[in-house]
């Protein structure tokens, strides 16, 4: 099957939210020293002006179903546009602490809301046999904007003295500004026309995005939303319990592995083995690197293999490297300096199974009648474990043997989650998103 160049746009522009939802994510951790230190902050505001955009995020996560629903997937995506370019400028700019919360509050409303609605859109919009690779290029999105984060903090932190700290939030207003221009170039989700009885604007997009059969997937989708005939049915029912609990689980284990915990602080878990402030921005940069390379693998694989078995492999892979960093980190443990070895194994690991499979599997286990307010809700529990963890591991980590205590506990996560998947992690490879799971 050759994609149509309309499915393509509309698959690889939605996904730049990606990228500015992990540039956004990452950049904190080579800018939250420069902050500290120009805003004079005590560890209480230190660690709130870290965790505001997650906080925010929390707050995109649980909302952005409504635009999503109301004015379609394609107009909201412009509006996490111009919520990125003011954040990036905002906190590039101001003076003020409580503005720069503010600016960087509303980035993180910009990456929550992208987090679900860039994913619900692809799956939308793409085939079932090429759906995992195409939502996957959201992931892979994710992680290239995560390295752009570490790079450029690292070639300002090298070669911009003063307030390196503005530099490295301001940059990402150019993606987001570009990002705004090419979403009008994207056709609206089909799905979405149906669901808004626009059954002919709805059946043109699907020829224009490549479908063989459109006036039939057109009758399959009608006939899936008329199976709920109540126009307004919320999500928390018991019909939908099944997908609920699975969604909860998956977002749940993927923040319990730690992977935020290392994004968020990386530079600084590197300097507690001992590494110089400059070799640890510049090992934070190989973590990108690997995240970005082993999200390109899984990208070739997950429509292939299926998403149970990239879960399995990854997940052996988190476990094995989450013991072995936590046992570096103990202050009696011999050879911290190797402990970018494991770290990279895991984010090799994670990269492969959760972080492919998570966005591709919220995106289509949820029927469509609710997939918007299903993707928030997975998105919503991803994020709130995120602003948790993010917040408490600075603490734990300033404990003695605190790091072996945090690594510990994400290494016993991924072994309910290996439980997890081997007996109850439904495979979705190959089905339509009308199928139930």
Same mark, same amino acid.
């Given at each position: 099957?050759?994609?149509?160049?309309?499915?393509?746009?509309? =698959?690889?522009?939605? &996904?730049?939210?990606?990228?500015?939802?992990?540039?956004?994510?990452?950049? @904190?951790?080579?800018?939250?020293?420069?902050?500290?230190?120009?805003?004079?902050?005590? &560890?209480?505001?230190?660690?709130?002006?870290?965790?505001?955009?997650? !906080?925010?995020?929390?707050?995109?996560?649980?909302? =952005?179903?409504?635009?999503?629903?109301?004015?379609?997937?394609?107009?909201?995506?412009?509006?996490?546009?111009?919520?990125?370019?003011?954040?990036?400028?905002?906190?590039?700019?101001?003076?003020?602490?409580?503005?720069?919360?503010?600016?960087?509050?509303?980035?993180?409303?910009?990456?929550?809301?992208? &987090?679900? @609605?860039?994913?619900?859109?692809?799956?939308?919009?793409?085939?079932?046999?090429?759906?995992?690779?195409?939502?996957?290029?959201?992931?892979?999105?994710?992680?290239?904007?995560?390295?752009?984060?570490?790079?450029?903090?690292?070639?300002?932190?090298?070669?911009?003295?003063?307030?390196?700290?503005?530099?490295?939030?301001?940059? #990402?207003?150019?993606?987001?500004?570009?990002?705004?221009?090419?979403?009008?170039?994207?056709?609206?989700?089909?799905?979405?026309?149906?669901?808004?009885?626009?059954?002919?604007?709805?059946? #043109?997009?699907?020829?224009?995005?490549?479908?063989?059969?459109?006036?039939?997937? *057109?009758?399959?989708?009608?006939?899936?939303?008329?199976?709920?005939?109540?126009?307004?049915?919320?999500?928390?029912?018991?019909?939908?319990?099944?997908?609920?609990?699975?969604?909860?689980?998956?977002?749940?284990?993927?923040?319990? &592995?730690?992977?935020?915990?290392?994004?968020?602080?990386?530079?600084?878990?590197? #300097?507690?083995?001992?590494? =110089?402030?400059?070799?640890?921005?510049?090992?934070?940069?190989?973590?990108?690197?690997?995240?970005?390379?082993?999200?390109?693998?899984?990208?070739?694989?997950?429509?292939?293999?299926?998403?149970?078995?990239?879960?399995?492999?990854?997940?052996?892979?988190?476990? *094995?490297?989450?013991?072995?960093?936590?046992?570096?980190?103990?202050?009696?443990?011999?050879?911290?300096?190797?402990? !970018?070895?494991?770290?990279?194994?895991?984010?090799?690991?994670? =990269?492969?199974?959760?972080?492919?499979?998570?966005?591709?599997?919220?995106?289509?286990?949820?029927?469509?009648?609710?997939?918007?307010?299903?993707?928030?809700?997975?998105?919503?529990?991803?994020?709130?474990?995120?602003?948790? *963890?993010?917040?408490?591991?600075?603490?734990?980590?300033?404990?003695?043997?605190?790091?072996?205590?945090?690594?510990?506990?994400?290494?016993?996560?991924?072994?309910?989650?290996?439980?997890?998947?081997?007996?109850?992690?439904? #495979?979705?490879?190959?089905?339509?998103?009308?199928?139930?799971?």
């Amino acid at each position: 099957m050759v994609l149509k160049k309309k499915l393509l746009t509309g =698959a690889i522009v939605s &996904s730049l939210g990606g990228l500015l939802f992990g540039f956004d994510t990452a950049v @904190i951790s080579g800018a939250e020293q420069g902050l500290k230190v120009y805003f004079d902050l005590d &560890s209480f505001s230190h660690g709130f002006t870290n965790s505001i955009a997650l !906080i925010g995020t929390i707050v995109g996560a649980l909302l =952005a179903f409504m635009p999503a629903q109301k004015w379609g997937r394609k107009k909201s995506l412009l509006v996490i546009g111009v919520f990125f370019g003011l954040s990036a400028l905002g906190c590039a700019y101001t003076e003020s602490w409580e503005l720069f919360l503010f600016y960087r509050f509303l980035g993180g409303l910009g990456v929550g809301a992208s &987090s679900v @609605i860039a994913p619900m859109y692809i799956s939308e919009i793409s085939p079932s046999n090429y759906r995992g690779r195409l939502v996957g290029l959201f992931q892979f999105s994710i992680v290239f904007g995560i390295l752009l984060a570490f790079l450029s903090n690292y070639f300002l932190k090298l070669y911009i003295p003063t307030d390196a700290w503005r530099w490295m939030l301001g940059v #990402e207003a150019v993606p987001a500004f570009l990002f705004f221009l090419l979403i009008f170039k994207i056709p609206r989700s089909p799905r979405w026309l149906i669901l808004q009885k626009r059954f002919e604007e709805g059946q #043109e997009v699907l020829r224009q995005i490549g479908d063989s059969s459109p006036k039939e997937t *057109l009758a399959n989708i009608r006939r899936s939303l008329e199976e709920d005939n109540n126009n307004k049915e919320g999500l928390f029912k018991r019909k939908y319990l099944r997908p609920i609990i699975l969604v909860f689980l998956m977002a749940t284990f993927n923040q319990c &592995s730690g992977i935020n915990a290392i994004m968020y602080y990386a530079p600084r878990i590197f #300097e507690m083995s001992g590494i =110089a402030e400059d070799s640890a921005f510049l090992q934070a940069a190989s973590v990108g690197f690997v995240n970005m390379l082993f999200t390109i693998l899984a990208m070739n694989y997950i429509d292939k293999v299926g998403r149970k078995k990239l879960m399995l492999l990854g997940t052996i892979g988190m476990i *094995l490297s989450l013991v072995t960093t936590a046992y570096l980190l103990n202050s009696s443990a011999v050879g911290s300096t190797f402990l !970018i070895v494991p770290i990279l194994v895991f984010i090799a690991s994670f =990269a492969f199974s959760q972080g492919a499979v998570i966005w591709v599997f919220i995106s289509e286990v949820f029927p469509n009648k609710v997939r918007a307010s299903g993707q928030s809700f997975g998105t919503f529990v991803h994020w709130a474990w995120a602003a948790i *963890l993010t917040w408490i591991f600075p603490v734990v980590t300033s404990l003695t043997n605190g790091g072996t205590y945090a690594f510990g506990f994400f290494a016993f996560a991924m072994v309910l989650q290996l439980i997890f998947v081997l007996k109850y992690f439904p #495979e979705t490879k190959g089905k339509s998103l009308e199928e139930k799971v």
